[in-house]
């Protein structure tokens, strides 16, 4: 079992910058992934990126990308999530989550990671 604890939202003006954190504990598997999502209100959760070990390997979102940048520590226990230039339209919940691993398109796709965080509120004001 992984529990995760995500930090780092609160409000923030358009065109500012946050850099948020997920701490997992427990056991993690060689080919760990943690990833982010968000979820606005009305809308659908939506993949942002994530980050697999033991490369590193890293999957982004096509709209985030140039924005937003994950990064992981090399302990296998730690992601971040930096996102730049954000707007009110990036308002919403944001999820850590976790998995032993993920493979291909699968790792995009909220149904493939088993362990979430509760949460973190980013707000963007205009």
């Known amino acids: 079992q992984v529990q995760l604890v995500e930090s780092g939202g609160g409000l923030v003006q358009a065109g500012g910058s946050l850099r948020l954190s997920c701490v997992a504990s427990g056991r993690t598997s060689s080919n760990f992934v943690m990833a982010w999502f968000r979820q606005a209100p009305g809308k659908e959760r939506e993949f942002l990126s994530a980050?697999?070990?033991?490369?590193?390997?890293?999957y982004d979102s096509d709209s985030t990308k140039g924005r937003f940048a994950i990064t992981g520590s090399d302990a296998k226990n730690s992601a971040y999530l930096r996102m730049d230039s954000l707007s009110p339209e990036d308002t919403a919940v944001y999820y850590c989550?976790?998995?032993?691993?993920?493979?291909?398109?699968?790792?995009?796709?909220?149904?493939?990671?088993?362990?979430w965080g509760q949460g973190t509120q980013v707000t963007v004001s205009s």
């Open positions: 980050l697999k070990w033991p490369a590193k390997y890293i």
């Open positions: 989550a976790a998995a032993a691993s993920c493979t291909g398109s699968g790792c995009y796709s909220s149904s493939s990671y088993d362990f």
